[in-house]
């Protein structure tokens, strides 16, 4: 199991610990939910409350790009009031036990951009969980876990995907490791780089955004996945590489990416570029108390297959989507003010 470089952790000190968790507590207490208005309205006012450290990590994290991927450890996630790891994210009551650990990433997100989320996942929740669900242990999600999940850009078939994914570890006690990769420019021939900028490339949306997924389907979920439905009908071609041609970004998902038959050189550079990302690839086993932070077009990542034991014990994460630009993607959100891609 790899251990972060140190300039990609920012470990808390007690009192900075002791102090955010004291803060998002605060908060819980004043909101409704992960989705009360005043409070995602109130975000950035509420994260200059952070410890400064904190801030001037994440900031730096976000402008200057110096890494891909970075944890902030340390926090303090009280155990007994969490409770034990649910059987099933459907259900659960809002605001949940664990409502100030959704404060956690959402305030981290603030600090970023813009959280959201899609109406097509987990029902339009804008923090989601990852933990194990027994009916989908050999699916390629987050609620897997005996299958491998492969690496990917998160969203890759979507063009709003997110900028950043905040991951709260609430418990990890087998130590299950995330995996992150990621491409450095100058390793492919230029040939090869010029077809992976070029829209060569098919990309299917993963299922967790599929009906099978969400709860039970009713007359006005017809409209909820519609966008996800013309997206796999229409099967435009997007590029694997894009932005600066000497640190490329990366949008990727191997499990559900195709390349024309008729198009071997496409095929040619896209194996070469999975198999850099792959000779390069790292385990992170986040700690309970740990953050980690993705640069979604910098670093791919996935996850370890394990074997669950559904008794409450079992890994569980907090995860937000995050955006620099919430504007972006308004002719697909049903206001300005909601945070909800469908």
Request: glycine residues 6%; hydrophobic residues 35%.
């Amino acid at each position: 199991m790899d251990t972060p470089p140190v300039d990609h952790v920012l470990p808390l000190t007690p009192d900075e610990a002791r102090r955010t968790a004291e803060l998002t507590i605060r908060v819980a207490e004043r909101y409704t939910g992960d989705d009360d208005p005043a409070l995602l309205l109130d975000l950035p006012r509420i994260a200059a409350d952070l410890p400064v450290r904190t801030q001037r990590f994440l900031r730096t994290f976000a402008i200057d790009e110096p890494t891909g991927y970075c944890v902030v450890s340390g926090h303090l996630f009280d155990q007994d009031r969490i409770g034990p790891t649910p059987e099933h994210w459907r259900g659960r009551p809002r605001p949940n036990r664990e409502f100030p650990e959704e404060v956690l990433v959402l305030l981290y997100a603030a600090l970023l951009g813009e959280p959201f989320g899609w109406t097509t996942q987990q029902d339009g929740r804008l923090v989601h969980d990852i933990f194990p669900v027994r009916s989908h242990e050999n699916d390629q999600l987050g609620l897997g876990s005996k299958e491998l999940l492969t690496w990917h850009t998160e969203d890759a078939f979507h063009p709003h995907r997110g900028d950043y994914l905040v991951l709260a570890s609430l418990r990890n006690p087998d130590q299950v490791a995330t995996t992150v990769g990621s491409y450095a420019g100058g390793v492919l021939s230029d040939d090869d780089v010029e077809v992976l900028f070029e829209e060569r490339f098919h990309i299917a949306p993963d299922e967790s955004h599929l009906p099978k997924n969400n709860s039970a389907s009713s007359g006005g979920d017809v409209e909820r996945f519609a966008t996800i439905e013309r997206l796999i009908h229409e099967r435009r071609p997007v590029a694997a590489l894009f932005g600066p041609r000497q640190e490329p970004y990366l949008r990727l998902d191997p499990y559900f990416m195709e390349v024309p038959e008729d198009d071997p050189e496409a095929r040619r550079a896209l194996d070469n570029l999975i198999a850099v990302v792959d000779s390069g690839l790292r385990e992170v086993a986040l700690e309970q108390g740990d953050c980690l932070v993705v640069n979604n077009h910098r670093v791919v990542h996935g996850r370890v297959p394990f074997t669950a034991r559904y008794d409450g014990t079992d890994r569980w994460l907090k995860r937000i989507n995050v955006t620099h630009d919430l504007r972006r993607s308004r002719t697909m959100r049903a206001s300005a003010g909601n945070r909800l891609i469908g």
